[in-house]
């Protein structure tokens, strides 16, 4: 029988717990009567997850003025949502740990991750979009199907990742050709599994063939620049060392002038090392 | 902005880096030619 990314996904569940506190404070954020304090509280519980947070949010990546000692205030400075989101990150980022680095470098997979969320959520500040922190997130978590490539069949992964290197293919049409399916359909699966926004869903699975986004083509076109842009310098390195295909009418939809990419790149250098380094040393 | 302008062994990897993308695009013009920092640049260590 063949294997399908959905059956992938399942079968990786029992050993990639949902981040459960996020889908928590999710269904908070979307009741009009829950405050503040219920979004600690349900924060609190989980008290290395609390002290993560507070370390991320007292990072010079934010570099607010003042410490921030508590949950509650670190909802009053930067929000729920981003707080909520940085729940998701650091859940995301702990769930695969175990990955082995002798198939692929986690810091500089990482980094690529940091850096599509830092210009995805510029780009989505030059277009003029609103409550930008949701391409922040998007721009992370966009390869997290290759996280489950990676941890569940590390020996096809490797070799997909191998035939990109030394071939003639980019890394997701070599993972079609040699498990049957790429990150981008895992990625689906697993943000549908957890019952990730469907947002989140659309760019995991379209942000490298953004004409076919269904009801966020923004959010998917302004993740697949972002993926296009950071894989030029290069920051990090996804397991692809090939810039891939820019869909030009992605390009067109966001609108922009190409002129003005290169200093917008220059910011994401100015604040990559930063975030790389607070989201890395969670322990 | 004036850039030295790039040395044969960075534009062979340059030009393998975008091997998947279509020059002619003004965006992948602009990126093909761009030189950040070389602290920002992780391509050598990869």
Redesign the interface.
Request: proline share 13%; hydrophobic share 45%; charged share 20%.
């Given at each position: 029988m063949t294997l399908t990314a959905e059956a992938l996904v399942n079968k990786s569940l029992d050993l990639v717990s949902p981040p459960n506190t996020y889908i928590q404070l999710n269904k908070l954020i979307q009741d009009p009567d829950s405050a503040i304090d219920d979004i600690s509280a349900v924060i609190n519980t989980d008290p290395a997850l609390a002290t993560r947070l507070l370390r991320i949010v007292n990072s010079p990546f934010y570099g607010f003025p003042s410490q921030i000692n508590t949950i509650s205030r670190a909802i009053t400075i930067i929000g729920t949502r981003e707080l909520t989101h940085l729940v998701l990150a650091t859940s995301v980022i702990n769930a695969f740990k175990g990955i082995p680095s002798s198939l692929i470098n986690m810091d500089?997979f990482w980094?690529h991750s940091f850096a599509t969320a830092i210009t995805a959520q510029l780009l989505a500040e030059e277009c003029g979009q609103h409550a930008t922190e949701r391409f922040f997130i998007a721009g992370l978590l966009h390869n997290i199907g290759s996280l489950v490539l990676y941890q569940s069949m590390p020996e096809l992964a490797g070799e997909a990742i191998r035939s990109a290197e030394f071939g003639h293919e980019?890394l997701f049409k070599a993972e079609q050709r040699v498990i049957g399916f790429a990150h981008t359909d895992v990625g689906y699966a697993l943000a549908h599994a957890w019952h990730l926004p469907h947002s989140l869903q659309e760019v995991a699975r379209y942000h490298h063939s953004p004409s076919e986004a269904e009801d966020f083509p923004i959010d998917v076109a302004i993740v697949h620049i972002a993926d296009?842009?950071v894989?030029?310098?290069?920051?990090?390195?996804s397991g692809d060392?090939?810039?891939?295909?820019?869909d030009?009418a992605a390009?067109e939809l966001l609108a922009l002038n190409?002129?003005q990419?290169?200093m917008l790149?220059?910011q994401v250098?100015e604040r990559?090392d930063l975030l790389s380094s607070v989201m890395l040393n969670q322990e | 902005?004036n850039q030295p302008p790039l040395t044969e062994d960075e534009l062979k990897q340059r030009e393998?880096?975008?091997?998947?993308?279509?020059l002619s695009?003004?965006?992948?013009?602009?990126?093909?030619h761009?030189q950040?920092?070389a602290?920002?640049?992780?391509?050598q260590a990869?």
């Open positions: 500089e980094r980019v296009v842009l894989s030029s310098v290069p920051f990090g390195h060392n090939h810039v891939p295909p820019l030009p390009w190409e002129v990419m290169p790149l220059q250098s990559i | 902005m393998e880096r975008f091997r998947y993308v279509d695009h003004p965006l992948m013009q602009v990126l093909f761009m950040l920092p602290k920002d640049q992780t391509e990869l």
